[in-house]
Every structure is written in structure tokens, then in C-alpha cells.
């Protein structure tokens, strides 16, 4: 199977370009469609140009949506000691999760921000590739025994060290727990509040007008290859307000040209224009 | 003495395999020529600390590498916690937050399988002690593009389940001790 041909093929007859996320990644998803739909490589191609559900669900089995709540723990105080004082001396604020997948960190992020007393001020924005994953983070119903261990781990975090004097957190305010149904339900109030959009980080204009205050986009950037990569970042640079901040994945980083137009403060990525080049 | 004709080393090991990792790169010669990408299982709930501990008896670098990194000759590789580690054409890293495969992320049969590919013959496969049986499909893959194996002795394992699942799949070049191990890799060069 050629796969940089089937990528183009899918470019062509599908709203999807696959063609610069980085070979190896792709090559092994696509190899683990083809092996868990009994295709062969014709019959993929076939099923690629004619049939739209076949596709939706394609990109579902090439996409990664793996996501925790709280994942990293260890990191959102880090996160905080920037973004807090940040945002307290703003009179609203944008932020955006992009590739925001089942809407776990979502809703992390949501609950910290109401424990600093900021969620008032603040406009949450998420967007996904994937239609599946948009309904699931406006949906925000997660099984709780998966889950529950990421929460202790969070609380066990923030005791030690407590972001802003945020050092205990009761759950039970932003979700209901129905523990016979294995069903870990955020609260209304929390999901009403994101604006959920398809979107496509790859190839179409961004889905809303205003600037940002701080993109989320955590592990979403390494399927791609670096070319596209740097695309991406232009495209926050862009996007992001003077100062605002990008919140990438543990580990992740910049490369190239876009280091210079962000400076890195631990974990955080502030949008900074003190060292800029002229490229004609 | 062998003379130089690979490009680097892949290492997979679970339970028992830190202590064993931290004597090999206590002893492994300053100027090893090679890089060494290692895998390793890690405790759930224990996700930081690991790369901290094998820094201190190394005797070369140990990175947990970011995305995209350049591979470089003579840095050890330790696949980050939550990630699974896989080596690319252009001779870069990269990280991907994928299933778990084998229960286990990172996944040695990832990294080790994606080295093969692009290393082919001029890998140097190690399992070492583990409980699992991650790992054997990797090293049937170097096996298969002439990369040389290497499975650590399972007399001198903490757990032999996963040397002896590599056994068991394919015919190892060497069944050796970690002391041996160390003493292939420091004859490499002259």
C-alpha cells in the first residue's frame, strides 16, 4: 500500500489532508484501519472516494484522543504561577483548546479557573477535528472509575502544592458521580459555558473572530510533521493577544523560527515580539 | 574487536531493568560512540523521577527527549513518561500519546520496532529483564532486518518472562549477563 498516494486520494475526494502529519505516525495508523477493518488496500481506496460515514469513522480510528482529566497533575500549578496573575488583572479573557478531544482538560482547566474565582470573567473555546469529539465534550460524560484516579492524583498535587492557595477541591460541585453507573457527569453550569466547534487546525480559517488569551494545544502537534508544525504555530502566534500564552505538551517544543517569537517560562510559551526577523 | 558498523542501541527492559540500566551506563566506556534509545516500563502512579535517578551513575548524557529532537551519537535516550517513543527516517524522535500497546506506554515493541525500520541491520537490539511480553515482537523485527539481538541472560533476571518471551519468537545472537552486555558494547570500537 502507497500510503502518500491514499493520502492524496483522501485529500482530493474528502475534506481531510492527512498528507503532512509525519510518515511513520500515519503509516502505522493506517496500517492498524486497514488490519482492524479486514480491508485490503483497494477496498480502502474504494470505501475512501464514496463513502462519507466510512470516512467520518476514519478519521476517528487516524486521530489520537487520548486525553485524562488533570493529566500531567504536577504541571497545572506551574501552569498557574504564570497564568494566574495574568488573568486576574484582565477584565475578561479568551482561552482556547484546540484539539480538545473528549473535553477532559477542558473541564480541568474550568474547574481551577472557578476555584481562583476567574471563571466569571472567562470565555472557553474548544475545538476538534473530529465530530465524534465535539459531542463528546459538549456531551462531558466520562466513566468514573477510569477516571477517579486521575482526580485523587490531582488532589494529592495540590495539597502539596496548592495553586494560588487552591490546595483541596471538592468534586462533587462539577460533577454528579453515579458510581453504579460508572458515569462521571460535569455539572451543567460547566458545559454550557465552552463553545464546542468542529474544526480543522490543518486546513480551514479559524471557526471564531476573537483573539486569545491562552491556546491549549497539548499533544495534539506531534502527529504532525515539522513543516506543518511551524504552520500551526504561526497561525497561534496570530491568534493570540500580546503576551497571551501557549500551553503545549509536556514534551513538546518549539523549534526554528517560532522559538524566537515565543519565550519559554517552564511550561508556559508567552507570545513575545522583542526579537523579530524581516523576511521578505 | 568488532569493527564500528552500526548506528544504535535499543534497549527495553520492566521489572527489575532500572537497576540494571543504571549499572550498564555506569559502566559503559565515556566516549561510546553510539546513541542508546531505552524504553523502559514505568510505575503508573511513579511518572517523574526516573530519567533524575539514571543521570546519577551515568557517564553519558541521559535526555528524555522532546518531540522531533535529533538523535545524536553518544547521548542516552530515556522514552518519557505517558509517551510512546518512536525513531523516524529523518533520524529524529517522535512522541505519540497512543494506546497503550501491551498494556504498557511507552511500549517497547513501539520503539523497538520503529528503530528497525530505520536503522535495519545496523541495530543492536537489548531486552532485559521484565514481566510482560513487551518487547518480543520489536526484536522480531530487528531480528528480520538483520539487526543483531541480544536478550539479557534469564538466569540473571529479577523476572524472566520477557527475555524469554524474545526467546521464544526468535533465536537471539546473545543470551548474556548485564556484565557481558556491557562488555559487547565497550568493544564496539577499538
Known sequence: ?280 | MIRRKYKAVVIGGSAGSFSVVSKMLSQLREDFPLPIIICLHRLKHIRSGLVESIRLKSKLDVIEPDDKQQIVAGKVYLAPSNYHLFVEYDGSFSLSTEKPLNHSRPSIDHTLSSAAYVYRNKLIGIVLTGANKDGAKGMKDIADKKGITIIQDPKTCEVDTMPKSVARLITPDYVYSPDEIVNYLNHLVG
Not at chain 1, 30 to 39: E, P, S
Not at chain 1, 219 to 229: D, E, K, M, R, S
Request: aromatic letters at 14%.
Open chain 1, 1 to 280: 500500500m502507497d500510503f502518500k498516494h491514499y493520502l492524496h486520494v483522501l485529500k482530493e475526494n474528502t475534506p481531510y489532508d492527512f498528507s503532512n502529519y509525519s510518515d511513520n505516525s500515519i503509516k502505522r495508523r493506517l496500517q492498524k484501519v486497514i488490519a482492524d477493518n479486514g480491508l485490503t488496500a483497494d477496498q480502502l481506496l474504494e470505501k475512501t472516494q464514496c463513502d462519507k460515514v466510512f470516512v467520518e469513522g476514519l478519521v476517528e480510528q487516524i486521530t489520537v484522543n487520548t486525553t485524562e482529566l488533570f493529566r500531567d497533575p504536577e504541571l497545572w500549578p506551574a501552569y498557574y504561577d504564570k497564568l494566574y496573575p495574568a488573568l486576574k488583572a484582565k477584565k475578561s479573557f479568551n482561552i482556547w483548546h484546540a484539539g480538545c478531544s473528549t473535553g477532559m482538560e477542558v473541564y480541568s482547566n474550568m474547574i481551577i479557573l472557578n476555584e481562583l474565582g476567574l471563571l466569571d470573567k472567562a470565555r472557553i473555546y474548544a475545538t476538534d477535528i473530529s465530530n465524534n469529539m465535539v459531542r463528546q465534550c459538549q456531551k462531558g460524560s466520562y466513566r468514573y472509575a477510569f477516571n477517579k484516579q486521575q482526580l485523587d492524583n490531582f488532589a494529592a498535587v495540590i495539597k502539596k502544592a496548592p495553586i494560588n492557595g487552591v490546595s483541596r477541591i471538592d468534586f462533587a460541585k462539577y460533577f454528579d458521580i453515579d458510581e453504579q453507573e460508572d458515569r462521571l457527569q460535569v455539572k451543567d453550569f460547566l458545559r454550557k459555558k465552552v463553545q464546542v466547534k468542529r474544526h480543522d487546525l490543518v486546513k480551514e480559517q479559524m471557526p471564531f473572530y476573537n483573539k486569545f488569551d491562552v491556546i491549549f494545544c497539548r499533544n495534539v502537534l506531534i502527529y504532525f510533521n515539522a513543516a506543518l508544525q511551524s504552520k500551526v504555530y504561526q497561525v497561534f502566534h496570530k491568534q493570540l493577544f500580546p503576551k497571551g500564552m501557549m500551553i503545549l505538551g509536556n514534551h513538546e517544543s518549539l523549534t526554528g523560527f517560532y522559538k524566537t517569537k515565543f519565550s519559554k517560562n517552564g511550561a508556559v510559551y508567552a507570545k513575545s515580539n522583542a526579537f523579530q526577523f524581516q523576511y521578505q
